[in-house]
């Protein structure tokens, strides 16, 4: 132990990491003891944690959270001794990927005691090639030739070069998206492709992209290990202080990715989530908003102690009372309730609405389509209106209706509707139910459709199915190729074979609806 303990007062200061009497004082140590030594050591040369593990590994704790140096490395690197002549390995490596270590050496011990070879790896800044790190070939312990100090400071100089190329008015937080699924690529990449769009819309900068399929789902992490030390390092590249995965995460799999990576994690869900939270601007809209995130919340509070998670009471349970989890979950729960109370007398009210337009006999048309597609941009432009219409996903968010009159004397209400997405979490379903709510009391439902998508036949596919969903399906329906302006000729006849009766328009043209109007005016029922 006093030899162990004599290790933290040595100053480690040459170039390679260690003189050659410390590398023999590691080597002997470790082989008297028959286990790895490592000294955790910053940039002073001072050790900052003396390991000693076992005699095939070491095991490295949880490390302050907080950075030693000023950089986006953590300010310390390893120095540890091999038994049995092998080189750095696996875990070697994903400890440097993992902690943000400056480097990690060995010193590989002989049989008898002495050291054999010297060896070392450090992380890389982005390059051409990907490369994480790089992992130099072992060398005879007195004949290392590096500079570990300077490779450091080069390393912390290029991170630096590439922070001052990047524009500096963008504030925004960065973030790496992430897809890890059992579906092709090619659907993995599209699927990313809107997770972009997301973030863009929430006000994220998205800095790199990673897709791994897989043929099941790492319970801990979602991802190989493997897989996650690239996405670590491609963090760490970018500087990215935010990871965002297509699917949704288990409480678990979050918990364990934040704390691995140091790094704000959110799924899809919670992205949309917050996007509809930026967008709401009604009490509708911000109830149930507030309603899915607290359904959302609820199975991810988690304790520190699963044993004191419950209601105390009775023989044998007198003393504390309630927790702070259960106090949580309780208060949650009640919430919920209030919320659902609230949403059913907004709907109530929106039902008397409906019920006041039928009786006054003007007709309901509804504009339904994904999110984008460029529904506001048509009620703006039929009804000399403002809704919020911009190229982002989710602008609209509560429904807006303008009474408008149409040729041949002939008025009606139009109505604009939250984008429906694809894979819609079901929090959100449910919550978002009365913002569809105008739905039920349409007359004619006109289906917007960005043409210009190059996934446009899954998103009309998506929105046709939730209106089945709904028991919308008998509705008369209009099928609109908006933004025909974007598409080539060929592109267009392209268009026209698949949706032989759609209808071509530019929103923002108001002659090109024309032919859509009086589609709606021939859809009308007779009666009005």
Same mark, same amino acid.
């Given at each position: 132990?006093?030899?162990?303990?004599?290790?933290?007062?040595?100053?480690?200061?040459?170039?390679?990491?260690?003189?050659?009497?410390?590398?023999?004082?590691?080597?002997?140590?470790?082989?008297?003891?028959?286990?790895?030594?490592?000294?955790?050591?910053?940039?002073?040369?001072?050790?900052?944690?003396?390991?000693?593990?076992?005699?095939?590994?070491?095991?490295?704790?949880?490390?302050?959270?907080?950075?030693?140096?000023?950089?986006?490395?953590?300010?310390?690197?390893?120095?540890?001794?091999?038994?049995?002549?092998e080189s750095l390995s696996e875990?070697?490596?994903?400890?440097?990927?993992?902690?943000?270590?400056?480097?990690?050496?060995?010193?590989?011990?002989?049989?008898?005691?002495?050291?054999?070879?010297?060896?070392?790896?450090?992380?890389?800044?982005?390059?051409?090639?990907?490369?994480?790190?790089?992992?130099?070939?072992?060398?005879?312990?007195?004949?290392?030739?590096?500079?570990?100090?300077?490779?450091?400071?080069?390393?912390?100089?290029?991170?630096?070069?590439?922070?001052?190329?990047?524009?500096?008015?963008?504030?925004?937080?960065?973030?790496?998206?992430?897809?890890?699924?059992?579906?092709?690529?090619?659907?993995?990449?599209?699927? &990313? $492709?809107?997770?972009?769009?997301? /973030?863009? !819309?929430?006000?994220? =900068?998205?800095?790199?992209? #990673?897709? %791994?399929?897989?043929?099941?789902?790492?319970?801990?992490?979602?991802?190989?290990?493997?897989?996650?030390?690239?996405?670590?390092?491609?963090?760490?590249?970018?500087?990215?202080?935010?990871?965002?995965?297509?699917?949704?995460?288990?409480?678990?799999?979050?918990?364990?990715?934040?704390?691995?990576?140091?790094?704000?994690?959110?799924?899809?869900?919670?992205?949309? &989530? $917050?996007?509809?939270?930026?967008? /709401?601007? !009604?009490?509708?809209? =911000?109830?149930?908003?507030? #309603?899915? %995130?607290?359904?959302?919340?609820?199975?991810?509070?988690?304790?520190?102690?699963?044993?004191?998670?419950?209601?105390?009471?009775?023989?044998?349970?007198?003393?504390?009372?309630?927790?702070?989890?259960?106090?949580?979950?309780?208060?949650?729960?009640?919430?919920?309730?209030?919320?659902?109370?609230?949403?059913?007398?907004?709907?109530?009210?929106?039902?008397?609405?409906? $019920?006041?337009?039928?009786?006054?006999?003007?007709?309901?048309?509804?504009?339904?389509?994904?999110?984008?597609?460029?529904?506001?941009?048509?009620?703006?432009?039929?009804?000399?209106?403002?809704?919020?219409?911009?190229?982002?996903?989710?602008?609209?968010l509560d429904p807006t209706s303008?009474?408008?009159?149409?040729?041949?004397?002939?008025?009606?209400?139009?109505?604009?509707?939250?984008?429906?997405?694809?894979?819609?979490?079901?929090?959100?379903?449910?919550?978002?139910?009365?913002?569809?709510?105008?739905?039920?009391?349409?007359?004619?439902?006109?289906?917007?459709?960005?043409?210009?998508?190059?996934?446009?036949?899954?998103?009309?596919?998506?929105?046709?199915?939730?209106?089945?969903?709904?028991?919308?399906?008998?509705?008369?329906?209009?099928?609109?190729?908006?933004?025909?302006?974007?598409?080539?000729?060929?592109?267009?006849?392209?268009?026209?074979?698949?949706?032989?009766?759609?209808?071509?328009?530019?929103?923002?043209?108001?002659?090109?609806?024309?032919?859509?109007?009086?589609?709606?005016?021939?859809?009308?029922?007779?009666?009005?």
């Amino acid at each position: 132990m006093k030899r162990i303990n004599r290790l933290g007062d040595r100053r480690y200061l040459d170039e390679c990491g260690f003189s050659n009497e410390q590398a023999r004082e590691l080597a002997r140590l470790s082989f008297d003891i028959g286990r790895q030594v490592a000294l955790l050591i910053n940039r002073q040369g001072r050790p900052e944690m003396i390991l000693v593990g076992d005699p095939g590994s070491i095991y490295i704790p949880e490390l302050p959270r907080a950075r030693q140096a000023s950089g986006r490395l953590r300010g310390l690197r390893l120095l540890h001794t091999h038994l049995s002549g092998e080189s750095l390995s696996e875990e070697d490596l994903m400890d440097m990927v993992f902690l943000r270590l400056d480097s990690v050496s060995v010193i590989g011990a002989d049989g008898g005691g002495e050291p054999d070879f010297a060896q070392f790896a450090y992380l890389m800044p982005p390059n051409p090639e990907g490369k994480s790190y790089m992992k130099l070939d072992p060398v005879r312990w007195d004949r290392a030739d590096i500079d570990l100090a300077a490779q450091v400071k080069a390393l912390e100089d290029e991170f630096s070069r590439v922070d001052q190329t990047r524009d500096t008015s963008d504030k925004r937080e960065r973030a790496i998206v992430v897809s890890v699924s059992q579906s092709p690529k090619s659907i993995q990449e599209r699927s &990313l $492709d809107e997770l972009e769009d997301l /973030a863009e !819309t929430a006000g994220v =900068k998205v800095a790199g992209r #990673m897709v %791994q399929r897989v043929r099941k789902f790492n319970p801990k992490f979602i991802l190989g290990k493997g897989k996650l030390s690239e996405l670590e390092v491609l963090a760490l590249q970018a500087d990215a202080e935010l990871i965002l995965f297509d699917q949704e995460l288990s409480p678990a799999q979050m918990r364990n990715l934040a704390s691995v990576t140091e790094r704000k994690v959110l799924d899809r869900t919670q992205l949309i &989530l $917050d996007i509809f939270a930026q967008h /709401a601007t !009604t009490r509708a809209g =911000k109830l149930q908003v507030e #309603m899915a %995130q607290l359904k959302y919340t609820m199975p991810r509070l988690v304790g520190k102690n699963r044993a004191m998670s419950k209601l105390m009471g009775g023989i044998g349970g007198r003393g504390p009372g309630e927790t702070k989890l259960e106090i949580d979950r309780r208060r949650i729960k009640d919430r919920i309730a209030r919320l659902g109370a609230e949403l059913k007398k907004v709907s109530r009210q929106r039902g008397f609405t409906r $019920d006041r337009r039928s009786r006054a006999g003007v007709p309901v048309v509804s504009l339904v389509g994904y999110t984008n597609a460029g529904k506001s941009t048509i009620l703006n432009t039929l009804t000399n209106s403002e809704v919020i219409a911009e190229d982002k996903l989710f602008a609209t968010l509560d429904p807006t209706s303008r009474r408008i009159r149409f040729p041949r004397d002939r008025e009606i209400i139009l109505t604009d509707t939250v984008g429906f997405i694809k894979e819609l979490p079901k929090e959100l379903k449910e919550a978002f139910r009365a913002t569809l709510e105008e739905l039920e009391a349409a007359d004619v439902l006109v289906l917007v459709a960005d043409c210009s998508h190059p996934e446009v036949e899954e998103q009309v596919a998506a929105v046709e199915s939730i209106i089945t969903d709904m028991e919308l399906h008998e509705v008369p329906r209009i099928l609109v190729l908006n933004k025909w302006d974007l598409l080539d000729d060929e592109k267009r006849e392209m268009m026209l074979n698949i949706y032989p009766h759609a209808i071509p328009a530019v929103g923002r043209q108001r002659k090109s609806l024309a032919d859509m109007v009086e589609a709606i005016l021939e859809r009308l029922p007779e009666d009005y």
